[in-house]
């Protein structure tokens, strides 16, 4: 314990600041005492050798020992001066106003994200964990730090290192159809932070946004918090479905759609209206966000093109993360903007938003690069296609004369859809997760006024094992068929 940084923080009230040295010592150790800094049985110094820390004399610290013991505080014995227990209560204080008005208006009523916490069947989102080759990331972490020199321990650059944004690039090209240099591609830290971008740096407060309905509680948290208006526009089986009426009455500065693997019900945006979507945007002057969330995992069918490499200069924000396709806790995502917002995007982040967490991202970049990222994505295809089949095979044997699955031609999820619009599926989930099955209700990613005939479960399978399949569908179609 530092007794003289003890000493020094202590200030007594304007009231008592002519006090003399013994009673402020005595008030200090004191209050020290109460709020647990002093714990009980923690022996003081003794009072030669805290008057010659403190620089005061021996009767003041043997004036405030003695005062402390007399008030129960402390208690003596042959080997010095003892901190008493105490149990001491405190009457219930009231709320200062500014705690009981919480968080600020603009925070009320966001929907809340998925919980971290809920993992296994059928969470969705959530990645084969136990098959990410640990060992192989430890060792490329240990040579990117191996690597690292004292300037890269400082804030990084604002778009990210450049190694990982030209494996993405490259990677991209390849791999999606993308039209792009590195200078495009910015580092963000997952999705979420990726979207919280595009809101606040590519909106202003009030202009509407159209989300995919249903759709992204992410996303609409997103827009929300940066005060922008949400306007939900329907989903069908090819994907986000605009009306002439919408263009006209509800023009949007920022358009939110996942045209590979639609979230939650895994339509597929067609060509069709992939090209529609682009000229139309262009010409309401509106940016397009492209969430290509789990675009890596196409289990039927070749891979299809992203929006942002169907024609020159599209106004897309594209957006990718690799917490599909490692691991959630890596915390590393991307935007890819068109090439005449990249300088002024990264001269706000310089300003505004420092990076840093250099090794991982360079650990990254060779997992990228070595070749050890399309091996691992081809692995995880080959399993999750497995799973895939494994429950829909289930879910069809049990469910197929009430519902009907969709959505499984790609990612790492499905939708299943109840054929009966008047089934509560906020109940049949809520009975589900009593029993350690998480099944997120499809009516519950609502997004806007507008109704949506969407009644069902959100099924993730990538973590399910092929063995365990058929016996969760068991107590799935349980529960449901005993509504």
């Known amino acids: 314990m530092d007794y003289q940084l003890l000493f020094n923080a202590h200030q007594p009230l304007a009231a008592q600041a002519r006090w003399s040295q013994q009673r402020q010592l005595h008030d200090c150790l004191r209050s020290a005492i109460r709020n647990g800094t002093l714990a009980a049985g923690v022996r003081l110094l003794a009072s030669r050798t805290l ?3 403190l620089g005061l004399s021996r009767n ?35 709320t200062p106003p500014a705690l009981r008005t919480g968080l600020s208006r603009r925070t009320q009523g966001l929907p809340a994200l998925a919980n971290s916490e809920l993992s296994g069947a059928f969470a969705p989102g959530v990645p084969a964990l136990r098959d990410f080759p640990r060992t192989l990331w430890r060792r490329l972490l240990d040579r990117a730090w191996a690597s690292l020199t004292p300037a890269q321990l400082n804030y990084a650059d604002p778009a990210g290192e450049p190694a990982l944004r030209s494996a993405i690039a490259d990677h991209l090209r390849v791999a999606r159809g993308a039209v792009l240099d590195s200078a495009q591609v910015f580092i963000t830290d997952g999705t979420q932070s990726s979207l919280d971008l595009c809101a606040r740096a590519f909106a202003d407060p009030g202009d509407k946004v159209w989300l995919e309905n249903p759709g992204y509680q992410g996303a609409l948290a997103a827009f929300r918090a940066a005060q922008l208006k949400p306007i939900g526009i329907v989903v069908d089986a090819q994907g986000l479905a605009p009306q002439p009426s919408d263009w006209q009455r509800h023009r949007p500065k920022l358009i939110y759609v996942t045209p590979s693997h639609q979230y939650p019900v895994g339509s597929v945006m067609s060509l069709e ?17 492209e969430d290509d969330y789990d675009s890596e995992f196409r289990h039927d069918g070749p891979p299809l ?10 106004p897309v924000l594209y957006l990718g993360t690799f917490s599909k396709t490692l691991f959630p806790g890596l915390r590393i995502g991307f935007v890819v903007v068109p090439a005449a917002l990249a300088e ?9 938003s420092p990076r840093g967490r250099t090794a991982d991202q360079l650990a990254l970049a060779e997992f990228m690069r ?32 009430v519902a009907e699955v969709l959505g499984g031609s790609a990612g790492m999820h499905l939708a299943l859809r109840l054929r009966d619009a008047r089934c509560d599926d906020v109940q049949i989930s809520t009975q589900l997760l009593a029993q350690g099955i998480v099944a997120p209700a499809l009516s519950l990613h609502a997004v806007g006024q507008r109704a949506q005939p969407w009644r069902g479960l959100l099924l993730g399978y990538a973590q399910v094992p ?7 569908v068991d107590k799935l179609a349980r529960v449901i068929w005993a509504l």
């Open 60 to 94: 003041t610290v043997l004036y405030a020992y003695e005062q402390l013991a007399t008030e129960g505080f402390v208690h003596t014995d042959r080997r010095g001066t003892v901190v008493a227990r105490l149990n001491l209560t405190t009457p219930p204080q009231p």
């Open 466 to 472: 092929v063995a365990q399949m058929a016996e969760l």
């Open 273 to 289: 209206r992939r090209l529609a979507l682009i000229a139309q945007a262009r010409s309401a002057a509106a940016l397009i966000i």
């Open 51 to 53: 008057a010659q820390e």
């Open 305 to 314: 093109a992203c929006l942002q490499g169907l024609a020159p200069d599209a």
């Open 370 to 401: 070595s070749g050890q990222f399309s091996l691992h994505l081809r692995r995880m295809r080959r399993l999750y296609r497995q799973r895939r089949d494994a429950l829909v095979a289930a879910l069809t044997q049990q469910l197929g004369d």
């Open 344 to 352: 002024p995007l990264r001269a706000l982040l310089a300003r505004a």
